[in-house]
């Protein structure tokens, strides 16, 4: 598309030109992106590296190194330069499954589906054992316990059923739904709309009383020598949601082992024993610590800028490479990964020698609380704490993000950086035809663009269609490559791509919102 | 309700009341079985035992003989005359599964979601092996897999992937659907809707050909003692559909062991191996025949009809007892059972006295093809391949049927019988209020009604609301007590304790259709 027919399409839109005239699209360049995006795509290829060749990528596990040496070797036989895994500072150990087996043998023999909570440790060989249900609303009463629960299986009472859904798991945004982002009107950032006052509400302290006192039961149980606790994990129809049973620190103490269990499976083994009914089960747990190193790794390349003014600036696109541990991660977030190392090879392919520096970042331990990306920001860009900023804060035009599964890019969220919409809206005009063609100033949160835009560096996250994303594979032992979609991550990669060509080539940088304050010390 | 209020309101219904003026309603009894069916309800204490603490109740199995005792003896408990476990004929094997753990290990340790194929043998103890990948189109292309495949485990390449799905597992009937379903056409009945040139269709062919040649392969296998076969199950997110993998006759050969493998575990095994990466497995799966009893039995009880002349007649209800082996089978059919059960409770709880009599029968050995029930109309009622009667056959008023889940009650399918149509309609209306209101002419098959209106005698299954039935629970490793329905299988038990009231006390049996004529012998 030449740039007077864009112009044209824009006023036929209805679109003012004031601020789009600003903004050339080469029309050529987007062909050419969409051609080896769309056409001569390697995005499966990378994801199945990614999944089913490194397995589950947990932050420190053997899985996530293979595939961050993968990423590496790939990108640089792409041709990238600096590719490399780059030490973020200490994460804590690594940890994978390396036997997993239980079952019910009395009343009857059934083998459950369950995933051993990340961190926990094994059960030292086969565990036979009854299935004690604990009950206990305050700390005494587990005194009854005492002496009673070495070597056991131990279960606890909860409210929750399984109910059948009369919704579809999977989901694409519609129109309206689109529309209505698109009219959203600017947000504070997600860290100043929780009241301040949460602090003091009684939900707060019900919810710091629960924990309290699941964490005061699990002393007890790990100080009883409990042999394994048994926990009801969300999800049903044999999805499990899965979590973590201890910290990753080196210096955390050692918890009872802990099996995160089917909804079914756990609801059946409860309803026998709150019927009378005696329950036995036996278990075979393995999990394997790694403390020979403890560093946290980001994988890092980059695309050398070419313009003698300019290439001391960057443009960065990443997502998170780790994932947790019952699957391979696939929509969370090898999708993200894979989409921005395809984005990096669509603009090798094609040849582009950008003006400004185009760099990679495959974050870890994003599960954990974003350490990989906070710390890459904190040892490159400067620290959100104090605000003291390093000289490199000021040469990051913009990061670009993807974490939200498989779905294909429908537009992107402004993040509270108004001043970006016009621009955006311009380099999304030519993939509406692909649906994406949404700017929100809507926020969105929990992913790695945020370590960026609390520095006050323009970070962005994509807008996404969710399809089965938050029913069937985040976090779960179902996130597995089947539920990609081929299509979606090739229209995710070409729109990066071309995103971060304007960006790498636009005459300024993205604009900037004002720089946030650094929080207050109480 | 009293009987000028009923007729009223189907006047105003613009139901003419010719025919419906010689169906009388006992709106007091009604009243007294709806207020037993919904407000005392047993229905989930009975579910519970069917399920949780019976276990998986394949034909022949342990499991099964359990449920079946515990409904001889609460039956008995409720104070039903003659209930019992009545021996049908020769079933074959018992089979249990009684340890299930596989696992890969190379390239990294992963547990899978697998089931034994009912009737399959185990591996005799741990069974470690890459796993091999069998290309074969035609019979002679296994020539180059002799000799090397012993004690290894294989698996076959498949066309098939997952989708994610847009829509929602359950589901409930909509108005227009029930319209649809009371204006449909009567139907001949199933047996006469296949095509009878079908024999000789192209599609017939390659089906045969397919099994053939898979027939061919499994024997190979055998021959070539293989250690463990890999196929993969419908279904996706957890969800394993299970079959059988081996005939349960006490004269059928030995297999190999073989595991329905989720979808996501398998394809990830096929697309591995077909990358070009090694992939090595450990089963143990030990599974235990039994042959001390090769008898198959039905539970049946009566409450004995009171009337000099009509108590020698009959009226039926029953639903089949027995599931597959992967859950607990709670939709199919521990639903239909635990609902049928429950509404022979209801009848005696409200002291009624009836004139003819109630018999309830809970059939084996439906899922290997309706074999309980078609040996009991064979040993009782007469013979459908020659027609030749028994003289109880012209006893039986009619037969009702529950077997299509947790579904409440939408109204019931003719099978063809259209003068039933006014009477159930009438039976229906006090129920309009609960969602039950539709009388199809259409057809339903797949269960053991078939085994009755084969013989002439009416035999009727009820329409329920479908729910996840197809989607995720019949057949799977899912149909646990979870997917039940607390407020559906009360309704469902309510209506039918009123159908069968209304049997046992109407003036005239049932209407008939013509007798079926003898099957002719090709």
Redesign the interface.
Known sequence: MKKHLLLSCLLLAGIGTSVYAQEPVDAAMTQKIREEGLKNSKVMETA?YLT?????RLAGS??LKRAQEWAVGQLTKWGMANAKREPWGKFGKGW??????A?ITV?????I?AIPKAWTPGTNGLLKSEVILIKADTITDLDKYKGKLQGKAVIFDVAI??K????????RYTDSALTAMANTKPQASRQQQRPADFANSPQFAAMRKARAMRTAINTFLKNENAGLILSMSRG?????FTTNGASYADTAQTVAPELET???DY??IL??IK?G?KVEIEADIKTQFFTDDLQGYNVVAEIPGTDKKLKEQVVMIGGHLDSWHA??GATDNAAGSAVMLEAMRILKAVGFKPKRTIRIALWSSEEQGLHGSRNYVLNHLGDPKTMVLKPEQSKISAYYNLDNGTGKIRGIYLQGDSAAGPIFQTWLDPFKDLGAATVTAGNTGGTDHLSFDALGIPGFQFIQDP??YGT?THHT??D????L?EDDLKQAATIVASFVYNTAQRKDMIPRKVLPKAPEVK
Do not use: C, W
């Open positions: 199945f089913d060749v490194s397995g589950p053997p899985g994978e499954v390396q036997k997993n087996y079952a009343p009857y023999y059934h083998a589906i059923t399984i059948q859904s009369f919704k579809a798991d999977a989901t049903s129809d044999g999805t499990v089917s909804g079914e609801l059946r309803r026998l019927g009914q699957a391979t399809l089965d069937r032992n179902m597995t490559f089947d539920k979609i």
